[in-house]
């Protein structure tokens, strides 16, 4: 099982990064997938997911700025962020459990994020 998180990068405040999760070894449509990230000296915090029914939810700092999307074709999740500010500066792993279940069973390696001027 692979989850190859990437798309991470420096920009500015106000600007924009979209952020992949390509993954195999799975069986992709039949689970649910998410984005967590670790600021430093934070704890790690759920960001947004995508359940095998598309449907999403995020966290109440990002909704509005940040949409997640998924394609089955290429077993694939994007997290599109818009409107960055330097609280988003983070670690972004991308996580995958089976649809249903409660616990995120296969992790990403992280992909860095830095929001600044």
């Known amino acids: 099982v692979q989850l190859q998180a990437s798309g991470g990068g420096l920009v500015q405040p106000g600007g924009s990064l979209t952020l992949s999760c390509a993954t195999s070894?799975?069986?992709?449509?039949?689970?649910?997938i998410a984005w967590f990230r670790q600021a430093p000296g934070k704890e790690r915090e759920f960001v947004a997911g995508?359940?095998?029914?598309?449907?999403?939810s995020y966290a109440d700092a990002v909704k509005d700025r940040f949409t997640i999307s998924r394609d089955n074709a290429q077993n694939t999740v994007y997290l599109q962020m818009n409107s960055l500010n330097v609280e988003d500066t983070a670690v972004y792993y991308c996580?995958?459990?089976?649809?249903?279940?409660?616990?995120?069973?296969?992790w990403g390696q992280g992909t860095l994020v830095t929001v600044s001027s």
């Open positions: 995508i359940d095998k029914w598309w449907s999403t």
């Open positions: 070894g799975f069986i992709f449509d039949d689970y649910a």
């Open positions: 996580a995958a459990k089976r649809a249903g279940t409660t616990n995120y069973l296969y």
